[in-house]
């Protein structure tokens, strides 16, 4: 029904206009100054997760990151990969960080797990696909409530990243390092994309949308190597330690 131009929509879907009504009696219900407050208080579950990661993460020593899709079943070559990489940079003496759940996190603690070196495990609650995978030594085991501060935890205490193919939470890891190296908030550690035809849309349209844009430099695309192998991933972490030290990112 319309009067006078204007479509009342209520008439056409009613539960649209129930809809509305709960929704203003939630911004009757709830005042500002109590969201404040709700607010105030979280401040301190976030500083407990922090101090706990922290203190955890600053004890393990050098390690590289590993992330990919938590969908990757073991029989793909993806899977594989991961636990290979993951065993090959241990014995340089790493320790591997996942996010602790399955699929490429699986591979990559699995890889450590095999190799007997340092498998942690930066879980987060999330409604579906995370769980604990059997691969983390319990010590190293953590559980986060927020994805910012597991985020910083998995810069600040990886000297690398090794990126296998994988979704939104995949991309989000990657470019936040970039940036982050990008704008000299911590320096630069290697990246190493595995996967070449995975990636190469991707790379292709840095080059072709956003460096022709302007919108990033040359340099920028030196951020990141792309390999298909576990021994080229593994050469790039060696041979970039064979001539920096390592340290803490920030």
């Known amino acids: ?13 009613p539960q649209l206009d129930s809809n509305e009504t709960k929704l203003h009696n939630s911004f009757r219900q709830k005042t500002w100054d109590e969201t404040l407050t709700k607010d105030s208080w979280m401040v301190f579950k976030i500083m407990a997760e922090f101090v706990d990661g922290y203190e955890k993460l600053a004890k393990i020593g050098p390690c590289v990151s590993i992330f990919g899709s938590a969908r990757l079943k073991p029989e793909n070559k993806y899977y594989e990969m991961a636990v290979e990489i ?17 699929g490429i996190m699986e591979a990559g603690n699995k890889g450590a797990f ?3 070196g340092k498998s942690i495990g930066l879980n987060i609650d999330l409604p579906f696909e ?3 995978n059997p691969y983390i030594n319990k010590s190293y085991s953590m559980n986060f409530d927020y994805f910012f501060v597991r985020k910083v935890m998995f810069v600040k205490y990886s000297q690398g990243f090794i990126v296998m193919p ?17 704008t000299n ?7 190493v994309l595995v996967g070449s035809e995975f990636w190469g849309g991707l790379l292709d ?16 695309l030196d951020l990141y190597r792309v390999v298909d192998t576990a021994d080229e991933a593994v050469a790039h972490i060696k041979a970039f330690y064979d001539k920096y030290s390592v340290n803490v990112n920030f």
């Open 114 to 116: 095999n190799a007997k």
């Open 185 to 191: 908030k911590i320096g630069k550690f290697p990246i």
């Open 1 to 13: 029904m319309e009067m006078d131009g204007i479509r009342d929509e209520s008439l056409v879907n």
């Open 130 to 132: 995370q769980h604990f």
């Open 86 to 102: 993951a065993e090959k940079i241990t014995k340089l003496g790493f320790g591997i960080i996942t996010g602790g759940g399955p």
């Open 166 to 182: 994988g979704g939104f939470g995949t991309l989000d890891e990657l470019t936040e390092a970039m940036t982050l190296i990008q």
């Open 205 to 220: 349209w840095f080059k072709a949308t956003l460096l022709k844009e302007g919108m990033i430099a040359e340099d920028d």
